[in-house]
């Protein structure tokens, strides 16, 4: 068994370029929290099931701890890091935090870029595609009902279904 040497891959990461000596079938997660030390992207399950670990790449989830690092070199990946813009947090964190939803945050990563996603591809979700979105994202401490008002206010939506008031720009 041929052990395959350390490629150079380029990364696009949270709009920045990283030039790196790794291994192309390392896990992309590892690359993120060992050589990038970006540390949002959380270990779960390592088998892509629980989604502690999902990232964007070119604005879909996906699941970084099952993605070879070399089969994303030039395409765009943002992490948890990566969706605040000067400072200050993305509407879709900052859903979470004004509904507190959060108790040991493990699986917050997942849930957030998850959402995030889910707005970046539509304009206006629903509860159905809010529901549809978070199904494959596991929470272990019971904070589902926090997350869900925190993905409803995220999406425009107060709890009773309806579209909360956009602030004026």
Do not use: W
Not at 31 to 44: A, E, F, I, P, T
């Amino acid at each position: 068994m041929t052990h395959s040497p350390d490629a150079e891959i380029t990364l696009t990461v949270n709009g920045a370029s990283h030039r790196l000596a790794v291994p192309a079938t390392a896990p992309l997660l590892a690359v993120l929290r060992n050589d990038l030390h970006l540390n949002g992207s959380k270990y779960g399950c390592g088998l892509g099931q629980c989604g502690a670990c999902t990232v964007l790449i070119d604005g879909i989830a996906a699941r970084a701890c099952t993605i070879p690092a070399g089969s994303v070199a030039g395409r765009s990946i943002v992490t948890l890091e990566g969706l605040s813009k000067d400072d200050r947090l993305d509407p879709v964190q900052e859903a979470f935090v004004a509904e507190q939803a959060a108790q040991c945050g493990y699986c917050l990563n997942g849930m957030i870029m998850a959402l995030k996603a889910l707005t970046l591809r539509e304009v206006a979700p629903d509860e159905e595609m809010i529901r549809e979105a978070l199904r494959y994202n596991l929470c272990r401490c019971g904070t589902h009902l926090e997350i869900l008002a925190a993905a409803r206010r995220a999406c425009g939506l107060l709890p009773g279904g309806e579209p909360a008031p956009r602030p004026a720009r």
